[in-house]
């Protein structure tokens, strides 16, 4: 079992900057090389915005997000960040890190992410105030 946990969500003013964290932990942790994030918005499907890869470090980014928020990870701490810059009322929503088998571009345009990854956090809400 991977155990993941999303920290750091909350309220920000639109222009703000936020930075998330997800802390995993679990036997299995060593099979699975990269983290992605998602972000659910009541109504939509949840979407993937932004992955890494632990072991080289290489970043992917939904267009989205792609030069306002940066995915960054502390593998001595067993931990993937996501800072999000620039943020407006439609960055709202909760956001998950998950993990799987699957490639990180397969991540961000998969339809059906809940079948695509094998773990996930309990998911953080992010308010962004207009």
């Known amino acids: 079992q991977v155990r993941l946990v999303e920290s750091g969500g909350g309220v920000v003013r639109t222009g703000g900057s936020l930075r998330l964290s997800c802390a995993a932990s679990?036997?299995?942790?060593?099979?699975?090389?990269?983290i992605g994030w998602f972000r659910q918005v009541p109504g939509k499907e949840r979407e993937g915005i932004s992955c890494?890869?632990?072991?080289?470090?290489?970043?992917y980014y939904a267009d989205s997000v792609k030069g306002r928020f940066t995915i960054s990870r502390d593998n001595a701490k067993n931990t993937v960040y996501l800072k999000m810059n620039d943020m407006t009322p439609e960055d709202r929503a909760v956001y998950y890190c998950?993990?799987?088998?699957?490639?990180?571009?397969?991540?961000?345009?998969?339809?059906?992410?809940?079948?695509?990854?094998?773990?996930w956090g309990k998911g953080i809400l992010v308010i962004v105030s207009s």
């Open positions: 890494i890869i632990l072991g080289d470090g290489s970043t």
């Open positions: 679990g036997g299995t942790l060593k099979d699975y090389d990269r």
């Open positions: 998950a993990t799987g088998q699957t490639d990180c571009p397969s991540m961000l345009h998969t339809t059906t992410p809940l079948a695509l990854m094998d773990y």
